[in-house]
T-cell receptor
């Protein structure tokens, strides 16, 4: 069953807008929360990741906000560009013996209009 | 250059004809996984492997088999493919202690 729930399924913004993608997890046995970006015809690639003991992480125009008590985390893209149009997946990594087990959300298809 | 290589990239086959999709990595990563990607369903894990000879089922293992006899290879086997296994398949590797999974180029499988 889906352990990481992602919304919205699709998102359209104008250039310069700030799209926000939300994820929620159910299992507390996760120790890392990465976001992956996928362009058409390619495999997903790591964009940014956060540990649950940090509430926010910023890398360039991409920011993850993390709310441990609510078991929610979100991706914000500042000053979005048409080149950011892609599918974004949130994920959660199990800890200990399940470190190699990455569980993905269903993905959000983002379109940034010029 | 770090690589995860899947073969074939595209495959059209008939129902019931056994097939194998290969995955090979050159990064000495402990963990390897297979995912299938379907519209609206995202990436669903089929099987994953923690190391040689250690595998476990993911969310959608039915109809699939895997083996991990060597660290670098993790083939996905469909003993008797059915049309509902038509999908885009990705192999991924992950190093212990890392969150950066490396994905192959994908294999688009069509079962008619």
């Amino acid at each position: 069953q889906q352990q990481v729930k992602q919304s919205p399924q699709s998102l359209i913004v104008q250039k310069g807008g700030i799209p926000i993608i939300n994820c929620a997890y159910e299992n507390t046995a996760f120790d890392y929360f990465p976001w992956y970006q996928q362009f058409p015809g390619k495999g997903p690639a790591l964009l940014i990741a956060i540990r649950p003991d940090v509430s926010e992480k910023k890398e360039g125009r991409f920011t993850i906000s993390f709310n441990k008590s609510a078991k929610q985390f979100s991706l914000h893209i500042m000053d979005s560009q048409p080149g950011d149009s892609a599918t974004y997946f949130c994920a959660a990594r199990g800890y200990g013996g399940s470190q190699g087990n990455l569980i993905f959300g269903k993905g959000t298809k983002l379109s940034v209009k010029p | 250059e770090a690589q995860v290589t899947q073969n074939p990239r595209y495959l059209i086959t008939v129902t019931g004809k056994k097939l194998t999709v290969t995955c090979s990595q050159n990064m000495n990563h402990e963990y390897m996984s297979w995912y299938r990607q379907d519209p609206g369903l995202g990436l669903r894990q089929i099987y994953y492997s923690m190391n040689v000879e250690v595998t476990d089922k993911g969310d959608v293992p039915e109809g699939y088999k895997v083996s991990r006899k060597e660290k670098r290879n993790f083939p996905l086997i469909l003993e008797s493919p059915s049309p509902n296994q038509t999908s885009l398949y990705f192999c991924a590797t992950l190093s212990a202690g890392s969150t950066e999974a490396f994905f192959g180029q994908g294999t688009r499988l069509t079962v008619v």
